[in-house]
């Protein structure tokens, strides 16, 4: 009876629902909130202070000081520099390779494998492949010394955003492509069956249908690209060390930089800086996201 009754009453199903939620979901929210949350919290609080010790409140004044900067601001348009240029490239290149991988190719499994393999390759790995390849003597000046053409310091001049760009297009193509090969696999067929029926032609499919119903992957993959072009500091420090070339310094350099010397306020407002136009990107692209499905419906 009292088993029914439980059964019955809506109220005590969801309150249990909420505790098995909690109970599953509890271990990662409390990692999460100890080591992120809570010290980013604390960052921004130290941001607004003049030292992290008995400090006092300066307001803005760090903010200020961060923003005179010549070597943040330096940083600054280096890092969105090369997340604006670089996510439209490799969204292109992802987008065509799984258009291609999703055609019946004879080498589309040794074609798959090539592509995801990257995202399992260590930062160090990679590193050390590009050494080998752009180095002052690596192959590829080889090769250029081999067609009688000058050797180039690619790390220490402007093509340095270049090689900062391929690595990491070739890091991070995999993970995208996996996104679109399942968009595309989630499509109807009967829409392009209907399109074969009043003659459309293969152009006319992929900009009505396909790129229509890969928009919210689109999307996805924007937000995912931009995250991961944040990353790339692992790459270039490791290359190029703490003071790379002007071209190749990022806000992450900055960052580490400022925890080297101790500046803890700068770091801080340079960290709540980068978080918030993060936010406010990520924050865009969900609202044109929203918009356009319902521009769809």
């Known amino acids: 009876m009292a088993d029914k009754l439980y059964r019955s009453n809506p109220f005590k199903r969801r309150g249990k629902n909420w505790i098995d939620v909690f109970l599953f ?29 008995d400090g006092s409140f300066v307001g803005l004044e760090n903010y200020k000081e961060l923003l005179a900067s010549g070597s943040f601001r330096n940083a600054a348009a280096n890092t969105f520099l090369f997340t604006f240029v670089s996510v439209p490239l490799i969204l292109v290149l992802s987008l065509i390779a799984a258009l291609l991988l999703n055609r019946k190719l004879f080498i589309r499994n040794w074609l798959q ?45 402007d093509w340095s955003v270049g090689v900062l760009a391929v690595v990491y297009s070739w890091k991070n193509i995999g993970y995208n492509i996996i996104l679109f090969l399942a968009g595309l696999q989630s499509i109807p067929k009967d829409y392009y069956e209907t399109a074969d029926i009043e003659g459309a032609g293969t152009f006319r499919k992929t900009i009505h249908i396909t790129l229509v119903y890969l928009t919210p992957t689109m999307f996805l993959v924007v937000l ?25 310094y990022m806000l992450q350099h900055y960052m580490n930089n400022m925890f080297l010397s101790l500046d803890i306020q700068k770091l801080t407002a340079a960290a709540s800086l980068m978080v918030g136009c993060i936010l406010i990107l990520v924050t865009l692209m969900l609202f044109i996201e929203r918009r356009f499905r319902q521009f769809i419906d």
């Open 25 to 53: 979901l509890g271990p990662s929210l409390a990692g999460f909130a100890i080591f992120y949350l809570i010290p980013f919290a604390m960052g921004f609080f130290y941001s607004f202070q003049d030292s992290t010790l």
């Open 113 to 157: 494998t090539a592509f995801v393999l990257p995202l399992v390759v260590p930062a160090a790995s990679v590193v050390m492949i590009w050494q080998i390849l752009f180095d002052w003597n690596g192959s590829v000046n080889a090769w250029m010394q081999s067609l009688h053409l000058e050797r180039i310091d690619w790390m220490k001049s």
């Open 224 to 248: 995912m690209s931009i995250i991961n072009s944040f990353k790339i500091f692992r790459e270039t420090y490791l290359i190029a060390g703490d003071y790379p070339y002007d071209r190749i």
